[in-house]
């Protein structure tokens, strides 16, 4: 079964930091954009980060330039979102997710693992 599989949510408080890890199993998705999408209750997927297939260029909503960054490691097949200052608006269940073409929304997703959630205390 292909899938992507994301770890590191938890409960954090204001300010604080967070790292999401996704990595690969049943397919290599070395040579795909990643990307990371949070959806919070009663709202749409939307995309915060993606990165190329090299590594060799990133992507960032507005709302998290400065503050998250994005990685990956080919030789593990993973995929990282490093998040610090943390706010409350960024609480939301984090997606992993692969495609081929530009991910900067949801329609270029192929793939999506099922999510971490990130809770943010104030």
């Known amino acids: 079964q292909v899938q992507l599989v994301e770890s590191g949510g938890g409960l954090v408080q204001a300010g604080g930091s967070l790292k999401l890890s996704c990595a690969a199993s049943?397919?290599?998705?070395?040579?795909?954009?990643k990307g990371w999408f949070p959806q919070a209750p009663g709202k749409e997927r939307e995309f915060v980060a993606a990165?190329?297939?090299?590594?060799?260029?990133?992507y960032y909503a507005d709302s998290v330039k400065g503050r998250f960054t994005i990685s990956r490691d080919n030789a593990k097949d993973a995929v990282y979102l490093q998040m610090n200052s943390l706010k409350p608006e960024d609480a939301a269940r984090y997606y992993c997710?692969?495609?081929?073409?530009?991910?900067?929304?949801?329609?270029?997703?192929?793939?999506w693992g099922q999510g971490t959630q990130v809770t943010v205390s104030s």
């Open positions: 997710a692969a495609g081929r073409g530009l991910l900067i929304n949801v329609n270029g997703v192929e793939y």
């Open positions: 049943g397919r290599t998705f070395r040579t795909y954009v």
């Open positions: 990165i190329s297939w090299s590594g060799g260029a990133t």
